[in-house]
């Protein structure tokens, strides 16, 4: 097996069983280092010691004798007696013969010293004490091994249930599971917690992929954003189209509209001039007001297909809000609505009289729609700011049923409308909001506490030098 494939292995290991590997490659490292850095010493200072004490049981060996005992080496079981008595083995007998009141020393054959005394005719042994510190390095590295390998348990429970838990283990399962929550799409787990987070590599890379997955998160949301405005944009873009094809269509309506129109209205005047009967002069009255509500209505299905350059400049709102309630109340429904302008004399905004009639004539068409009879619909004005600038904000409230809240954020896109009698489009609004916007101002609608419909108009207030402005 090669190098890089025992380290591929290794690497393949999970984080446990790869410590475990390393905890004994240490203790074997540690056990090794022991074995030959301090066991030789050990070795060393035990067989000096045993050096000098044999050196000295010689220096008193050689002195015993039947004069002097020497009792202080019995300790090192010395004995005296005849050949019969201690029973050497024959070499040191042939040795000892050989040199008599010498020693006899083998330490590779025996641990015993002979020797022989010819006066006395005795023989002298004692045991060298070689066992002794050969024992003693012999329970140096067992204590010592038993020792380290107690060491090493110790270090690694301590490690295994209490360090590497808390500091290894720990971070890595919450970074895991919060892997797992990221997955799954569970996005109230997929962030690690800040007091989960610990100060050191693990923490550093835990707030790292806490704000990737924030970033991913924010560039999700702007791209759904993106998107819901792509499908906003296509709407609109349908809806303008649909305008477009109003415009030509109210254009050719008109047109086709206004000859017969004229021909109509002609012929009942020279019949209102001829007629002496009351009923019948009566009649052709009401035929007369009825063509030139047409007419009106012709003029202004031109006017909304007509592209005009407008100019702005002061326009005084009371009269502009009774002019717009005038055209109105050309409806039958307005005979038996209650119409309060409650706009203070002299209140002036910049803006293009015409465009401004038709804004409020739409809001009060759509208001006076939505009331029932014995209706209650008012206009007032008041002093506002839009940003830094002066303004006036215009209600127009009525005591209708109010705005759907479904319908409520969409109320001046085009072609919406809550009227189920089909006498609305859902344009009016959308060109008023367009008009408004084109001044400046703003537009907003809501519902009263009280009931009914509410919808505020905000305009920049006139100051002098007007500025004129093209809006095609």
């Not at 067992?142 to 290894?168: C, D, H, K, T």
């Not at 890379?205 to 970033?215: E, G, L, Q």
């Not at 319908?407 to 959308?430: H, K, M, S």
Request: charged letters at 25%.
């Amino acid at each position: 097996m090669t190098g890089k494939s025992i380290a591929k292995r290794f690497g393949d290991l999970k984080v446990r069983p790869k410590l475990m590997v390393l905890h004994n490659l240490f203790f074997l490292v540690l056990t090794l280092s022991v074995n030959f850095s301090v066991i030789p010493l050990v070795e060393s200072r035990v067989e000096q010691a045993r050096q000098r004490e044999v050196g000295l049981i010689l220096e008193s060996f050689q002195k015993a004798g039947p004069t002097d005992p020497q009792r202080r080496l019995e300790v090192y079981e010395l004995q005296a007696g005849t050949e019969k008595e201690l029973q050497p083995p024959d070499a040191v007998l042939q040795w000892t013969r050989a040199h008599p009141n010498e020693i006899w020393r083998n330490d590779l054959e025996s641990d015993f010293l002979y020797k022989w005394d010819p006066v006395g005719q005795l023989y002298y042994r004692l045991r060298l004490p070689n066992s002794f510190y050969s024992g003693i390095v012999e329970s140096a590295k067992i204590a010592l091994f038993v020792v380290l390998g107690v060491i090493y348990v110790l270090a690694v429970l301590f490690l295994e249930l209490v360090i590497l838990p808390r500091y290894v283990y720990g971070p890595i399962r919450l970074l895991l599971v919060a892997d797992a929550a990221a997955q799954h799409g569970d996005r109230s787990h997929e962030i690690v917690s800040g007091g989960q987070i610990p100060g050191d590599e693990i923490g550093q890379i835990m707030k790292s992929r806490n704000d990737t997955i924030r970033d991913l998160r924010k560039r999700e949301r702007d791209l759904e954003e993106t998107l819901e405005h792509l499908e906003t944009a296509k709407r609109n873009l349908e809806a303008q189209d649909r305008l477009v094809s109003l415009g030509l269509l109210s254009a050719s309506v008109a047109h086709e509209m206004n000859t017969p129109l004229a021909v109509l209205h002609g012929s009942i005047e020279k019949m209102l001039e001829t007629s002496a009967d009351e009923p019948g002069r009566q009649r052709l009255k009401r035929m007369m007001r009825v063509t030139e509500r047409l007419r009106k209505i012709s003029e202004g299905l031109l006017d909304f297909a007509r592209l005009r350059r407008r100019e702005m400049g002061p326009v005084e709102m009371q009269g502009l809000v009774e002019e717009a309630w005038a055209l109105v109340a050309i409806d039958e429904k307005a005979a038996t609505t209650t119409f309060e302008n409650r706009v203070p004399p002299g209140t002036k905004v910049t803006g293009n009289a015409d465009r401004l009639l038709q804004v409020f004539v739409n809001l009060l068409r759509n208001a006076l729609h939505a009331v029932n009879s014995n209706g209650r619909i008012s206009v007032t004005g008041e002093e506002c700011r839009l940003g830094a600038a002066p303004a006036y904000a215009f209600a127009v409230t009525d005591n209708g049923p109010g705005i759907p809240p479904e319908v409520l954020p969409e109320i001046f896109d085009a072609f919406v409308t809550t009227r189920l009698d089909a006498q609305g489009t859902g344009l009016g609004l959308a060109v008023a909001e367009g008009i408004v916007d084109q001044h400046g101002g703003v537009i907003s609608a809501s519902n009263c506490p009280q009931g009914g419909a509410r919808l505020e108009v905000r305009l920049p207030a006139y100051v002098e030098n007007p500025i004129t402005v093209r809006t095609e």
